[in-house]
């Protein structure tokens, strides 16, 4: 329970920022796209036990993809803010 709630907040605030980096005349289209890929992802992810039945694996490399994408990122806009110093 305590794991779904703080998942819960972390998300709520992850949300708050991204709505934060966006002029207010952009909001309607931002929200439409995260609830359009929140609802793909979804279904997604119902569907992909009836094809693979490993759930730990998946998860566990669902996870370590998304540390490395995040950690790509970060490098990607430091070598771009220190470039336009």
Known sequence: MLAFIIIGISGNIFEKMIYASYPPTEL?????????????????????????????????????????????????VKLSAQKMK
Do not use: D
Not at 50 to 72: D, M, P, R
């Open 28 to 76: 309607a289209g931002i929200y439409s796209i995260i609830s359009s890929f929140f609802s793909l992802f979804g279904v997604i992810f119902l569907l992909v036990p009836n094809f693979y039945s490993n759930i730990y694996v998946l998860g566990v490399t669902l996870n370590g993809a998304t540390v490395i994408i995040g950690c790509v990122l970060l490098i990607i």
